[in-house]
C-alpha cells in the first residue's frame, strides 16, 4: 500500500505550484486507486479504529452530523466519534447518537490536572483543548481527526494506513500541516504533554493548528508519508479559485473542506427546488464551489433534518430550509449574504486572524507575517 501513497508525492509542491499555475501541476499529481489494495485483504472491520471530529455549538454539530453521514454512506468499517463542547443542546446531541458510534461530552474543567491547568492559564484555548482530548481515546489504536466543516466524497478508510502525525500542508504556511484532518495515535501520555504545552507555550495562531504543528514540529521535514496529498484537504474555496486544476483532479476528490468564516450551514435551502439560497452562481473565488455546497445540503435534507425533527418533535429549532409562507424574509436573506463584508478593522483579533488565514487571506505583512511567526517559533524554542 505504501508504494501507491509514494505515487502522490510532491503533493506538498504542488499545492504550491497550483496558487501560482495549475498546469505546473499536472505531472506531480496522479489519482489515487485504492479499491486493488483491499481486494486481496479480507475487508476490515476495524473496531479499533475511529473517525472522530468535533461539535463546540448546534451549527457545528449540523456539520458533524453532515459528515458523519457521509462516511457511513461511503461504507466506512471504522467506529465514528463526535466529541461534544458544553454548548451543544441535548436535541442535537441526541440526533449525534444516531448517526455516531460514541458521542462524547467533554468537559475540560473535569478531565484532569493538566488540562485544568492549560485552562488556567490560557482561556483563549478553550475550543484546542476540548479538540486535544481526542488524544484520551485511547479506546481506539488509531484515529482520524476531521473538522465538522468537512464533507467525504469517497471511502477513505486507507488513511488509517498513514501514522501519526499525518496532515495536509497548509496554504497559508506550507511548512505547517492544516489541522482540518490528520491521522493521531490516541495517547494519555501525548495528550498529557499536548496540554503540558499548550499552557506553556499557547499557540501562535491563537488555536489548535498552532499548538499542534508547534508539538508535531518534524512535519515539514522528517518523513513526507505523513504529507497527506491534496485531495484530503479539498477547499471548497480554493477549486472554485483553480477550476482548471479542479477539472483535471476534481474527479479525485475525497474530502472538500468549507474553510473560512461563512459555511455551508450559513446559508439556506430551498427543499422544493433543491437550490441553496444567498449564494451566486458566478465564479467568484470567494465563494464555494456551489455542487459541495449543493451536496451539503441534500446529505442535509435527506438524512440530517429527518433526525432532528424526530428528537426536536414539536419544539422550533434552526433547519435552514427558506420558509415558504414568508417570502419577504427570504429576500432579506439573499440581500444580508451579498451585503459585501465591512473592511478589515485595524486590530483584528487572533480568532479573526485565524479564519482569515484559513480562508487564504493571509496578512502576509501584518500580523502573520513570517517575522512574527518566527518571533513566537524562537520564543517557543528558548
Ligand atoms: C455501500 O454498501 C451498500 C450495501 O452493501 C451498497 O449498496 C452501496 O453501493 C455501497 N456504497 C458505496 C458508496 O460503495
Ligand atoms: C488513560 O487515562 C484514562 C483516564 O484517566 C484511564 O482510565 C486509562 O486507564 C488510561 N489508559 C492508559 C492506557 O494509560
Ligand atoms: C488545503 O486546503 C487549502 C484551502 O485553502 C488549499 O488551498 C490547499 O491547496 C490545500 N492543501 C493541499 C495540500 O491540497
Ligand atoms: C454563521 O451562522 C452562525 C449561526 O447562525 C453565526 O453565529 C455566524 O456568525 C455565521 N457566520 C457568518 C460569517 O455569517
Ligand atoms: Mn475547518
Known amino acids: 500500500m505504501g508504494r501507491k501513497m509514494w505515487g502522490l508525492i510532491p503533493v506538498f509542491d504542488c499545492s504550491q505550484l497550483l496558487l501560482l499555475c495549475p498546469s505546473q501541476c499536472k505531472p506531480s499529481v496522479r489519482s489515487i486507486t485504492t479499491t486493488d489494495a483491499w481486494v486481496d485483504s479480507p475487508q476490515p472491520t476495524m473496531s479499533d479504529q475511529a473517525f472522530v471530529t468535533l461539535a463546540t455549538n448546534d451549527n457545528y454539530a449540523k456539520g458533524a452530523m453532515v459528515l458523519g453521514q457521509s462516511l457511513r454512506n461511503h461504507n466506512t468499517t471504522r467506529k465514528l466519534v463526535v466529541l461534544l463542547g458544553p454548548h451543544v443542546a441535548d436535541p442535537?446531541?441526541?440526533?449525534?447518537?444516531?448517526?455516531?458510534?460514541?458521542?462524547?461530552?467533554?468537559?475540560?474543567?473535569?478531565?484532569?490536572?493538566?488540562?485544568?491547568?492549560?485552562?488556567?492559564?490560557?482561556?483563549?484555548?478553550?475550543?484546542?483543548?476540548?479538540?486535544?482530548?481526542?488524544?484520551?481515546?485511547?479506546?481506539?489504536?488509531?484515529?482520524?481527526?476531521?473538522?465538522?466543516?468537512?464533507?467525504?466524497?469517497?471511502?477513505?478508510?486507507?488513511?488509517?494506513?498513514?501514522?501519526?502525525?499525518?496532515?495536509?500542508?497548509?496554504?497559508?504556511?506550507?511548512?505547517c500541516f492544516n489541522s482540518g484532518v490528520f491521522v493521531f495515535r490516541p495517547s494519555n501520555e501525548t495528550h498529557k504533554q499536548l496540554l503540558t504545552f499548550c499552557a506553556e507555550k499557547g499557540s501562535f495562531d491563537g488555536g489548535d493548528q498552532g499548538v499542534l504543528n508547534s508539538y508535531f514540529n518534524t512535519w515539514a521535514t522528517a518523513d513526507i508519508s505523513k504529507h497527506l496529498p491534496f485531495i484530503y484537504n479539498l477547499s471548497s474555496i480554493a477549486i472554485y479559485s483553480y477550476l482548471p486544476a479542479f477539472k483535471r483532479y476534481g474527479h479525485d476528490a475525497k474530502v472538500v473542506h468549507f474553510l473560512g468564516k461563512v459555511k455551508p450551514w450559513n446559508y439556506s435551502y430551498d427543499a422544493q427546488r433543491g437550490e441553496v439560497r444567498g449564494h451566486s452562481a458566478s465564479p467568484d473565488p470567494c465563494h464555494m464551489h456551489p455542487d459541495y455546497l449543493l451536496q451539503w445540503w441534500q446529505?442535509?435534507?435527506?438524512?440530517?433534518?429527518?433526525?432532528?425533527?424526530?428528537?426536536?418533535?414539536?419544539?422550533?429549532?434552526?433547519?435552514?430550509?427558506?420558509?415558504?409562507?414568508?417570502?419577504?424574509?427570504?429576500?432579506?436573506?439573499?440581500?444580508?449574504?451579498?451585503?459585501?463584508?465591512?473592511?478589515?478593522?485595524?486590530?483584528?483579533?487572533?480568532?479573526?486572524?485565524?479564519?482569515?488565514?484559513?480562508?487564504?487571506?493571509?496578512?502576509?505583512?501584518?500580523?502573520?507575517?513570517?517575522?512574527?511567526i518566527e518571533q513566537k517559533l524562537n520564543s517557543f524554542l528558548k
Open 92 to 175: 442535537c446531541r441526541g440526533a449525534l447518537h444516531s448517526i455516531f458510534d460514541e458521542v462524547i461530552m467533554v468537559n475540560v474543567m473535569d478531565s484532569g490536572d493538566a488540562a485544568n491547568l492549560a485552562l488556567m492559564k490560557r482561556p483563549d484555548l478553550g475550543v484546542t483543548i476540548t479538540k486535544l482530548h481526542c488524544w484520551t481515546l485511547v479506546q481506539y489504536s488509531k484515529c482520524v481527526f476531521m473538522d465538522a466543516d468537512t464533507l467525504v466524497l469517497s471511502n477513505i478508510d486507507e488513511l488509517f494506513e498513514r501514522e501519526e502525525l499525518s496532515a495536509a500542508p497548509d496554504p497559508g504556511w506550507p511548512d
Open 299 to 372: 446529505l442535509y435534507a435527506t438524512s440530517v433534518l429527518p433526525l432532528l425533527q424526530k428528537v426536536y418533535g414539536d419544539a422550533p429549532f434552526s433547519s435552514g430550509f427558506v420558509d415558504q409562507s414568508s417570502p419577504d424574509k427570504l429576500h432579506e436573506d439573499v440581500r444580508e449574504q451579498a451585503k459585501p463584508s465591512p473592511p478589515p478593522s485595524q486590530r483584528v483579533s487572533s480568532e479573526e486572524r485565524k479564519q482569515r488565514w484559513e480562508a487564504g487571506q493571509i496578512d502576509y505583512l501584518g500580523d502573520d507575517s513570517f517575522t512574527n
